[in-house]
């Protein structure tokens, strides 16, 4: 139905989109909970991991990320340009006051000190590392790694943070030198057989006495819903997501307990998502083309019923070293 809806000639009207996707008829809901069954699922990533998976993990997010910074302006907040799950506290606040209160929630969890080494994996716009150089006043111990160059292009341009094209999953780290680590929207772009090796890594980049943040969401169960992987694969070539069962255990084997743990909701920030990239669709046709607006519109209603059915989860975790290890 996706590949349908995308191939389109004309743009999706917005309101019949969102209801066809999030709102099945009965049958429909049904075959999507059943069809393809478990089984066959497991053969469909098992294939998909010795075909579209030879694309690196780097393909993946330049693709996704370099297609226009000001097609990402159309619906991201206006002041720190998060690509990830904000927090509506009230059901009558703002994007803008709905991430801000992401920042001060996240900033709370990194507790960044002036002198800290701090390292940001995958740090898009370069909202929280600006977020947190307002906290510190500290500048010169921050660094973002990305695999954009539009997003780095953006910060060196609006904040002129030291941001490194980085692919943070097969880089070297320097052993104990980094007092907090976070990730804020990247770590689900990690594939699970690398999610062991790169926890290590970063278990010894660590000090003894850092702490380790991720906000990231992902699967309840470890094989996918059908509608998960009709719309994946094409977002985000060369992803998969991993189950939150397996993440628990790879934080657990690489030597770290976790301080705090916390569940979030994503559909209010996919609905406002939705709404303004529709209130602002000549534009962003002008900038991508159209099968990449109908292809963004699907994307969000469709992410948003993989939560709203409990199929996904945003998880927000502390991780600190295991002083027993």
């Not at 991991?49 to 996704?64: A, N, P, Q």
């Not at 097609?71 to 009558?92: E, N, P, V």
Request: proline share 4%; aromatic share 16%; hydrophobic share 35%.
């Amino acid at each position: 139905m996706f590949k349908f809806l995308i191939r389109g000639r004309k743009p999706l009207d917005p309101q019949k989109t969102w209801d066809l996707i999030t709102k099945p008829c009965v049958f429909r809901k049904w075959f999507e909970d059943h069809y393809p069954p478990k089984m066959f699922r497991k053969f469909i990533i098992s294939c998909y991991r010795h075909t579209l998976m030879y694309k690196s993990h780097s393909y993946g997010i330049s693709k996704h990320y370099d297609i226009s910074n000001e097609f990402y302006k159309l619906f991201l907040d206006k002041k720190y340009m998060f690509y990830s799950c904000a927090d509506f506290i009230k059901s009558t606040e703002s994007l803008e006051e709905a991430q801000e209160n992401k920042a001060n929630y996240l900033v709370n969890l990194i507790d960044p000190r002036p002198g800290e080494k701090i390292l940001d994996l995958g740090c898009g716009w370069g909202g929280m590392l600006q977020k947190i150089y307002e906290v510190t006043g500290d500048k010169e111990n921050l660094i973002g790694y990305t695999l954009s160059e539009e997003q780095k292009k953006y910060i060196s341009e609006k904040y002129d943070f030291r941001v490194e094209l980085n692919d943070f999953i097969t880089t070297k780290y320097q052993e104990n030198y980094f007092d907090k680590i976070f990730s804020i929207g990247s770590w689900e772009h990690v594939r699970p057989k690398d999610l062991l090796s790169l926890s290590q890594k970063l278990r010894k980049a660590i000090k003894s006495n850092g702490r380790i943040v991720h906000h990231f969401f992902c699967q309840i169960e470890d094989v996918p819903h059908s509608n998960a992987l009709a719309g994946g694969f094409d977002i985000f070539p060369g992803s998969e997501l991993s189950s939150l069962r397996n993440h628990l255990n790879i934080f657990e084997k690489a030597g770290f307990r976790i301080v705090h743990h916390s569940i979030h909701d994503y559909r209010p920030t996919l609905r406002a998502w939705f709404e303004r990239l529709a209130e602002n669709k000549n534009r962003a046709i002008e900038l991508v083309g159209l099968k990449n607006y109908n292809k963004y519109l699907c994307f969000f209603a469709g992410i948003w019923k993989l939560f709203d059915d409990h199929n996904l989860l945003v998880m927000r975790f502390v991780l600190e070293p295991d002083s027993t290890e």
